[in-house]
């Protein structure tokens, strides 16, 4: 896998995805956004991949949006008609809705190590990820607010789910910073760590358990969290019953069983 803007590892059934722009703290310009979806499209359809990390290279996790991108956006969008000119910025919004989306579709496990600057896209990007942990000295901003703009690619449709509504409004119209520490009281982050190294250490751990379970049962899993997220409670339940009428009868279930009551470590296949 050749990616300009990424760097990606694969081993015992672990990817680990790092940013790769550390010159430019990892910030986002058009290129790195698309390249982001076509990592994680690729990486679902690779049968030995069963979680991803998420990490930056350098200083930072991800500093947002490229401002020289930001700011060269408005002239990409010239027409002389204002219905075609509009057409082009909501056919723009949509895209980049769907790279952190793309996400979400990867039906693999996300968890986002951050250290340094999480920001802007970078908040977004961590939002559509299934576990989150960070470091103390991490720091964490809903950018958008002092930029201009009305945050428009998923922090405000995605928080609420995670944090207290209130809190998501306080941020989301302030702006403010706050830190690794903070965004472990809030729920933000599962955990917070003093050190980098002492994050990864336990992401590895995390990942690594993940990876030795079921990926049948784990693609599941993300899959009924994330329905259960945008869908009621009966609606859930009714698709859960789909589920497990189409996949309750699979050799991993089976596999499982005997290692239970043999007291062993079930062996899955990818």
Sequence with gaps: MDFSSFKVEIAEHIAIISFNR?????SLDLDTWNEMQSVFEHLHTVPEVRVIILRGEGKHFCAGMDLQTLMGIPTSFNSDCQARQRDKIRKFVKEIQQNITSIEDCRKPVIAAVHGACVGGGLNIISACDIRYSTDDAFYSIKEIDLGL??????LQRLPTILNPGLVAELAYTGRKFSGIEAEKIGLVNQSFKTQESMMEKVMQLATEIASKSPLVVRG???MLLYKRDHSVQDSLDNMANWNAAMLLSNDIYKAMEASMAKTVATFDD
Excluded: L
């Excluded at 550390?22 to 990892?26: G, R, S």
């Design 22 to 26: 550390p010159q430019k703290a990892n």
């Design 150 to 155: 009305v945050a428009d690619i998923g922090i």
């Design 221 to 223: 899993t993300k899959e």
